[in-house]
């Protein structure tokens, strides 16, 4: 599976903050908000990861992640030269997916839960296996400000509605997707929306409408958070920090993902905490790597 992280966006929420810099680059406590959904891909196994973003931004995202060979991945970038919608990544994307299945996420949305990693690996497998889609509910309490989704008992997808009315259930659908190669060609069908935008929800339709699509319910015990405002971005990073300095560790740590999977060595890692040993994230990832052998200098 090739991973797509979707950077772009005025982040015209967050003026005048973003008129200098891009959102997915702001702080959420610790660590760029970029390195949450990338985060993401990451425990999901995938390695191969397309950062798209505005010409403008595109610098700052390869001065930050490199191209990801420190990690044991591949970063590459591609520009994203209006916001034209998200489904215009399948667009930008095409040559980065190929022939293989993709995963999107948001720039902007952040996720956290116990046995996330397990979830996300087996509708890896399970869509390499399978043709459809697999999106990701979150229940909310306020459901008609969100795409939601309605599905039967087995978790097939039944519809989505934009912002209903009537709700006909309050679970939201998330910013991540996984897809069969299929959305290579249904992005390549859509027309602009209304809006002058290629509409994910369009893409997601065309699957519910041959029964191809599942909804995976991040229930209780899950953490969805959206970053578009100064509301939210301040909310998560409360919530990370709460969560970071109760338990003694930290999520979305790059490094120590890597680690885990065994893409880096106990002593690169140390090595990549070393060059940010003024922080206190950089401590932790020397931490981790010396309870995992490294051979400290």
């Not at 039967?152 to 912002?163: A, F, H, V």
């Amino acid at each position: 599976m090739k991973g797509i992280v979707l950077a772009g966006g005025s982040g015209s929420r967050l003026h005048p903050v973003t008129r200098a810099v891009s959102k997915q680059l702001l702080p959420v406590y610790d660590k760029p908000m970029i390195y949450y959904p990338i985060s993401v891909l990451l425990l999901a196994g995938i390695r191969d990861i397309l950062v798209i973003s505005t010409p403008v931004d595109l610098p700052a995202f390869r001065r930050l992640l490199g191209d990801g060979s420190e990690l044991g991945v591949r970063f590459d970038y591609a520009e994203q030269a209006a916001p034209n919608g998200l489904a215009e990544a399948f667009l930008i994307g095409a040559d980065h997916v190929g022939d293989d299945t993709a995963a999107l996420v948001l720039g902007d949305n952040i996720f956290h839960g116990q046995g996330f990693a397990t979830v996300l690996a087996d509708q890896v497998a399970r869509l390499e296996a399978e043709k459809g889609c697999v999106l990701f509910g979150y229940p909310v309490r306020d459901p008609g400000r969100y795409g939601v989704g309605e599905a039967d008992e087995t978790g097939r997808l039944l519809s989505i509605e934009e912002k209903p009315a009537a709700p006909r259930s309050n679970r939201a659908i998330t910013g991540l997707y996984f897809y069969d190669n299929d959305v290579l060609d249904i992005a390549r069908t859509l027309t602009p929306s209304g809006r002058g935008e290629l509409e994910i929800t369009d893409v997601n339709q065309a699957y519910v409408a041959r029964g191809d699509a599942r909804l995976i319910d991040l229930g209780r015990g899950f953490a969805w958070l959206d970053t578009g405002t100064h509301e939210s971005l301040i909310e998560a990073s409360l919530y990370v920090q709460v969560l970071e300095h109760r338990q003694g560790v930290r999520f979305a740590c790059l490094e120590e993902i890597a680690l885990a999977k065994g893409w880096i060595t106990p002593d690169q890692a140390h090595l990549l905490g070393e060059r940010q040993a003024s922080s206190g994230y950089g401590a932790y990832v020397m931490d981790v790597a010396r309870r995992a052998g490294a051979v400290a200098p």
